[in-house]
């Protein structure tokens, strides 16, 4: 068998637009250095409204955010501003810790916001936990293509491409589209992998994968994606890490101590703002729905 498990995501409405979440959960903990998986959309949203994820904390981690559509106006405590398009990868590195928004620009709350993609978070390897905040976007992507095939490589090495994105630990990550009839390999080396099917319809080595669910794919074996009609598919994993990540509301630690002393140090306002939104913020929860398993 090629496949390992299967993993079917947590759906959480919010208002307009269906958030999956595959990682964290009781059957994965972790896909490399992948600790945390949500897949939104396709959505769109009613004219005038738009998301709004107030000004919130991170540590010991990095976010990934990559839209298929839409655009999400990113602010943080660096001073950063980027919008983020279909094509470009953003890349927060927290390290010590980081606070960022997240919003629909006004261009696209005028007609309805399409909310359609990925936002993922990378643990940062031992060692490297508390490293300096930093930001990147990045749109120089190598493109894989062939009459039916179009991949793009956001992170790591894959067919030959390795992506310019930072990468804290060894990591791939790709989007991958596939015509009628499209077909492509699976490289093998990475530790650990999965695929989720985000739209169309697809197979590995002939097994038909289920709509926005996680699978994760034996190590070592080379497989072939394909579609009959056409799909979207992502591709995720990296190096398997050694040792336990915990994961409680918007931190990401090996050290459960670590995490204690970022929810003080947010409930006690000692994070950075972040410049032109600093007026809201989301306040500590008392029950995060993003835990780790235990």
């Not at 940062?124 to 991949?151: H, T, W, Y």
């Not at 790591?156 to 009839?181: N, S």
């Not at 990401?252 to 995490?259: A, D, K, L």
């Amino acid at each position: 068998m090629s496949v390992i498990q299967t993993v079917v995501p947590v759906a959480h409405d919010l208002g307009g637009f269906t958030v999956r979440r595959a990682v964290p959960s009781p059957k994965l903990a972790m896909v490399g250095p992948f600790v945390f998986v949500d897949q939104f959309g396709p959505a769109r949203l009613a004219a005038g409204e738009g998301m709004d994820v107030r000004p919130h904390p991170h540590i010991n981690l990095a976010t990934v955010t990559w839209l298929f559509e839409g655009a999400i106006d990113h602010r943080d405590s660096l001073g950063t501003f980027s919008t983020i398009h279909p094509g470009t990868v953003n890349l927060m590195t927290a390290g010590t810790g980081i606070v960022h928004s997240e919003r629909s620009p006004a261009a696209e709350r005028h007609g309805g916001a399409a909310m359609y993609g990925m936002q993922t978070w990378l643990a940062l390897p031992d060692g490297r936990e508390e490293i300096a905040p930093a930001f990147e976007a990045i749109s120089e992507l190598p493109l894989v293509e062939d009459s039916c095939v179009k991949a793009r490589v956001i992170m790591g090495e894959l067919w030959g491409r390795r992506a310019p994105t930072t990468c804290h630990a060894e990591t791939i990550y790709a989007e991958i589209d596939l015509g009628p009839a499209g077909a492509i390999p699976i490289d093998a080396d990475a530790d650990e992998r999965a695929v989720m099917l985000v739209g169309g319809e697809a197979s590995i080595d002939g097994m038909s994968l289920e709509l926005y669910a996680l699978v994760v794919l034996k190590p070592g074996a080379t497989m072939t994606l394909a579609s009959q009609r056409g799909g979207k598919i992502m591709l995720l994993g990296g190096e398997a890490f050694s040792t336990h990540r915990f994961v409680w509301w918007n931190f990401v630690s090996s050290s459960r101590e670590r995490i204690n002393q970022a929810k003080e140090d947010w409930r006690a306002g000692r994070f950075p703002v972040v410049p032109g939104d600093a007026e809201e913020f989301i306040p500590l929860p008392d029950k995060p729905k993003t835990v780790s398993y235990p």
